[in-house]
Nanobody
Framework: QVQLVESGGGLVQPGGSLRLSCAAS????????MGWYRQAPGKTRDLVAF???????TYANSVKGRFTISRDNAKKMVYVQMNSLKPEDTAVYYC?????????WGQGTQVTVSS
């Protein structure tokens, strides 16, 4: 059974930074493109960053230049470093494959950007 467990969220002031981690079971990380998604209250769950199996990264315009996605296949981990956080980054953040698989969604980790 595949499990994806996100961690690292919290409350941060505007302009602050957080690093989110995603721990995966099995070979999901090494075998797939992996993405970070987020869902704000009342909004759809959107892709904000992904990394290909070869390491190529792509970002949504809203986070480009502020977020950095990375992966460690040996540790079965995916990360996103989030800098210069804005209130509009407030959301629950999830990791999943790209495209996402319904059965892989974890609980997510809450990120709140507020003064």
């Amino acid at each position: 059974q595949v499990q994806l467990v996100e961690s690292g969220g919290g409350l941060v002031q505007p302009g602050g930074s957080l690093r989110l981690s995603c721990a995966a079971s099995g070979s999901i990380v090494s075998s797939n493109a992996m993405g970070w998604y987020r869902q704000a209250p009342g909004k759809t769950r959107d892709l904000v960053a992904f990394i290909s199996s070869g390491g190529t990264t792509t970002y949504a315009n809203s986070v480009k230049g502020r977020f950095t996605i990375s992966r460690d296949n040996a540790k079965k981990m995916v990360y996103v470093q989030m800098n210069s956080l804005k209130p509009e980054d407030t959301a629950v953040y999830y990791c999943n494959t790209l495209p996402p698989r319904n059965g892989y969604w974890g609980q997510g980790t809450q990120v709140t950007v507020s003064s």
